[in-house]
C-alpha cells in the first residue's frame, strides 16, 4: 500500500507559527511582570489581607490590658478613672467644692461561686464632695485551709459617673495572696472630680455606688496570672 507523502508547508508558515507563539510568550510574561498594574493589585490585596489577620490576632492577645487601660483612662465600662495624682501630685484637682452638695458614697462587695472568702465593706457609705479624698476599706478573710490567690475587678454606679470617679489607691486588678484563715484590710483612697459639680447631667445624681468582685486565681504554665471564669453566686 502506498502512502501518499505530505507537502511540507512553506518557510514563511513556520516562522509566522513562531512569531505567534512569541507575542504569546511575551503577553503571558507581560501579564505575570511584577510592574503589571493588575499584579500589583493582587499584591497589594494579598499584603492588606496578611496584616489583617495579623493585626487581629495581636490585638486578641492584648485585649485584656488594653481594655483595662482604656477604661481607666475614660471610666468607660463603669470603671473609675486611673488618677493622674497617683505617683504625682495632682494638687490642682483636689480641691473640694464647698458650694455643692455632698454625694453619697456607698459600697458593695462580693465573690466569685468558687472563691471561699469572706469580703465585705468596713463602712456602709461616705459622703464627699466633688474635689474632696476619702478613705475606704475592705476587709478580706480566707475562710479555707490554704493559700489562695484573688484578683478583684471593680466598677461603678451610674455608669456616667466613671468619668468623674478617681481612684488614687485601690487594690483592683492586682494579687491580693491570703493564707489560710488570714484576714487583711485593703484602703481605697479615691475622689470625685471637681468638675462634677459643674456637669449639668450629674445634676440629679446623688448617690454613688462603687462595687468590687474577687475571683480566684492562679498562674498558668507561662507563669500569667489570670482569674478563674465562674458564674456568680
Known amino acids: 500500500m502506498d502512502l501518499e507523502q505530505l507537502d511540507e508547508p512553506p518557510a514563511s508558515s513556520h516562522s509566522g507559527a513562531a512569531a505567534q507563539l512569541l507575542q504569546v510568550q511575551e503577553s503571558d510574561n507581560d501579564v505575570r511582570s511584577p510592574l503589571n498594574p493588575k499584579v500589583i493589585a493582587d499584591n497589594l490585596g494579598r499584603y492588606y489581607t496578611l496584616s489583617m489577620i495579623i493585626g487581629t490576632v495581636a490585638v486578641a492577645y492584648a485585649s485584656v490590658p488594653m481594655y483595662k487601660m482604656i477604661c481607666q483612662q475614660t471610666g468607660w465600662g463603669g470603671q473609675p478613672i486611673k488618677s493622674s495624682g497617683h505617683g504625682g501630685s495632682g494638687s490642682g484637682r483636689l480641691q473640694p467644692v464647698s458650694g455643692a452638695p455632698r454625694i453619697r458614697i456607698t ?6 461561686d468558687v472563691m471561699p472568702w469572706k469580703f465585705t465593706p468596713q463602712q456602709r457609705e461616705v459622703r464627699v464632695l466633688p474635689g474632696e479624698t476619702a478613705l475606704a476599706f475592705y476587709t478580706a478573710t480566707n475562710k479555707s485551709d490554704e493559700d489562695i490567690i484573688g484578683v478583684a475587678t471593680y466598677s461603678v454606679s451610674p455608669g456616667q459617673v466613671a468619668q468623674y ?10 494579687e491580693q495572696r491570703l493564707a489560710a484563715g488570714e484576714t487583711v484590710d485593703m484602703p481605697v483612697f479615691f475622689f470625685i472630680d471637681p468638675e462634677f459639680a459643674d456637669d449639668p447631667t450629674m445634676k440629679n445624681i446623688v448617690t454613688v455606688t462603687l462595687s468590687y468582685t474577687f475571683f480566684k ?10 482569674p478563674m471564669p465562674v ?3
Open 231 to 233: 458564674s456568680m453566686g
Open 217 to 226: 486565681a492562679k498562674y498558668d504554665r507561662n507563669g500569667n496570672l489570670s
Open 107 to 112: 459600697f458593695n462587695s462580693s465573690v466569685s
Open 165 to 174: 470617679f478617681n481612684k488614687i489607691q485601690c487594690f483592683c486588678f492586682e
